[in-house]
């Protein structure tokens, strides 16, 4: 015979210790920055190959994220 489970009540889900929770939200969204940023840098990089821009201008266009196809 399965177990029977009853749900929680209020007091005892309000008792519950979720520091864990905050710890675990703020290590990801610290990830997330570290990511962010990364992606940034590489973002920027790639309109400037060795960093050869001359002047900031970059040498090539930045990319729309697409290939056109024909001419």
């Known amino acids: 015979m399965p177990a029977v489970l ?4 209020l007091s005892q889900v309000q008792a519950w210790d979720s520091e864990h929770l905050t ?4 290590q990801w969204t ?3 920055t570290v990511w ?4 940034t840098h590489v973002g920027t990089q790639m309109s400037c ?3 050869r821009c001359g002047k900031g201008k970059p040498q090539r266009p930045p ?3 697409h ?5």
């Open 6 to 9: 009853s749900a929680p009540t």
């Open 63 to 65: 990319s729309t994220g």
């Open 23 to 26: 710890t675990a939200a703020t």
């Open 36 to 39: 962010e940023d990364a992606f």
């Open 49 to 51: 190959p060795g960093g």
């Open 67 to 71: 290939i056109p196809i024909g001419s």
């Open 30 to 32: 610290n990830t997330a």
